[in-house]
């Protein structure tokens, strides 16, 4: 059993669902779907892995990773949540924290923290996540982590605005956060308690968790904030044209702060 708890309104957020379609309700979810398969189909070290999922919610993630092949485990602090990840075909998913995983050391081939650092405001509890992935990840495995960078908020006023809708932060907000870094759930009314971070900060978190060196990419990168999204990723021409470009400029330093998503991987040393 853990010793950690999860704070109520973050709990309180997951339990109501609306992740759950997330991914999969609009163009900006799908392109971050498909672009983070994409991701880790190309970085993950092989096939048939013993993968852990870290804070993998409903099994989003792990369901297509089950069905690439890979043997896989998750854990998530949210009982609904991990009821529902149970019942998925080639899934384990049982109830924890990332913050003290309840597994061997390097037990896993991935390990993978598609969320959970969202959510852990205070960067020794970033850190301390982080390490605990490393220590149950092999000796040649990888650790990846998903994280929102810091213009992510100030993005989303923008497009909200723009579409007339008053949905979401406010206009102090959006600038406060982009200077601070830390959502709360009492300023908006679209997400829960977060922590927004630039690329180096998760670098540098990496780093102190003993995997430097680590790899970064911008997952949805300039193209997530374009309004008119869905006409181009429903066009089956286009949408190919879109991913290839993603491609190209993912790992481009310059841009990866211009994506609401960031992906960092490190590889554990043998």
């Not at 979810?29 to 993998?56: N, S």
């Amino acid at each position: 059993m853990s010793t950690w708890e999860l704070e109520t309104e973050i709990e309180s957020y997951y339990e109501r669902g609306g992740e759950r379609e997330r991914l999969t309700r609009n163009a900006r979810g799908r392109l971050e779907f498909a672009r983070m398969q994409d991701l880790l189909r190309r970085k993950l070290p092989g096939g048939g892995l013993d993968v852990l999922d870290v804070g993998g919610a409903t099994g989003v993630h792990s369901k297509w990773l089950a069905e690439d092949g890979h043997r896989v485990t998750l854990i998530d602090p949210v009982a609904s949540q991990v009821e529902v990840a149970a019942a998925l075909p080639g899934v384990t998913a049982v109830v924890g924290d990332a913050r003290e995983l309840p597994y061997p050391d390097a037990s896993f081939d991935a390990v993978l923290l598609m969320g959970p650092l969202y959510h852990l405001t205070e960067r020794k509890e970033r850190v301390q996540a982080i390490a605990e992935a490393r220590r149950c990840a092999r000796p040649g495995g990888i650790v990846a982590a998903v994280t929102i960078n810091r213009t992510a908020g100030w993005n989303d006023f923008l497009l909200f605005r723009a579409g007339g809708k008053d949905k979401g932060l406010s206009a102090e907000a959006s600038l406060r956060i982009m200077r601070e870094g830390t959502l709360r759930y009492y300023d908006q009314d679209i997400f829960t308690t977060a922590y927004l971070a630039h690329p180096g900060e998760v670098a540098s978190e990496f780093a102190d968790a003993g995997l430097g060196g680590a790899a970064q990419y911008a997952v949805q990168g300039p193209p997530g904030y374009i309004p008119e999204l869905e006409a181009l990723i429903d066009n089956e021409e286009v949408r190919e044209h879109l991913m290839e470009g993603l491609r190209i400029i993912e790992a481009e330093p310059s841009l990866l702060g211009a994506s609401n998503h960031l992906l960092t991987i490190a590889a554990v040393p043998a």
